[in-house]
Antibody
Framework: EVQLLDSGGGLVQPGGSLRLSCAAS????????MMWVRQAPGKGLEWVSS????????FYADSVKGRFSVSRDNSKDTLYLQMDSLRGEDTAIYYC??????????????WGQGTLVTVSS | QSALTQPASVSESPGQSITISCTGS?????????VSWYQQYPGKAPKLMIY???NRPSGVSNRFSGSKSGNTASLTISGLQADDEGDYYC??????????FGGGTKVSVL
């Protein structure tokens, strides 16, 4: 069974940092692009970042560019999101999701269960 | 990267059909056949229901169908059932390896 397990969320002060993890199982991790999607409380979904299967290419939404960094360790089947200079508007549930293939996203399936990040003083 | 436009809510009786629209521009919905739809129950992760405009993943009921005309994509749910209640989001490729979601539509079964 394909599974994604998100972790690493928590309460952080504005300007602080946090690293999220997404542990994958049940499929060949390095043959799929991966992405992060977030959902602010009571709001809709927002694509945050994507990374190709080998990790050679990364992409970011304008709202997080320069502050967030996506990476992956294919030897550990794990995806990461390093979040720096956090702001209140970054408060959200963060989901990891799998893309269609190594270099193509096309759709998001499946999704992790999500991890809550709260930025507040 | 402006969000795609969806109706905030749609309601209908059991057994009836509903259609949820998702309007973007020629830079996203109209420019690529890479529209997908997601169902989300409260407190749960989203689930893929339609991909590449009109394809259903294995295990998704054939009561769900997708289409696209110009800059507007649509999700139709036929034979509405109680467990179809939830939030539905469209998503489109927006060029430059970026993706944009719709604002979401709350579906209520009366």
């Amino acid at each position: 069974e394909v599974q994604l397990l998100d972790s690493g969320g928590g309460l952080v002060q504005p300007g602080g940092s946090l690293r999220l993890s997404c542990a994958a199982s049940g499929f060949r991790f390095n043959t799929h692009a991966m992405m992060w999607v977030r959902q602010a409380p009571g709001k809709g979904l927002e694509w945050v970042s994507s990374i190709t299967g080998r990790g050679g290419d990364t992409f970011y939404a304008d709202s997080v560019k320069g502050r967030f960094s996506v990476s992956r360790d294919n030897s550990k089947d794990t995806l990461y999101l390093q979040m720096d200079s956090l702001r209140g508007e970054d408060t959200a549930i963060y989901y990891c999701a799998r893309g269609k293939s190594e270099g193509a996203v096309d759709w998001f399936d499946p999704w992790g269960q999500g991890t809550l990040v709260t930025v507040s003083s | 990267q402006s969000a795609l436009t969806q109706p905030a809510s749609v309601s209908e009786s059991p057994g009836q059909s509903i259609t949820i629209s998702c309007t973007g521009s020629s830079s996203d919905v109209g420019g690529y056949d890479l529209v997908s739809w997601y169902q989300q129950y409260p407190g749960k992760a989203p689930k893929l229901m339609i991909y590449d405009v009109n394809n259903r993943p294995s295990g998704v009921s054939n009561r769900f169908s997708g289409s696209k005309s110009g800059n507007t994509a649509s999700l139709t749910i036929s034979g509405l059932q109680a467990d179809d209640e939830g939030d539905y989001y469209c998503c489109s490729y927006a060029g430059g390896a970026t993706w944009v979601f719709g604002g979401g539509t709350k579906v209520s079964v009366l």
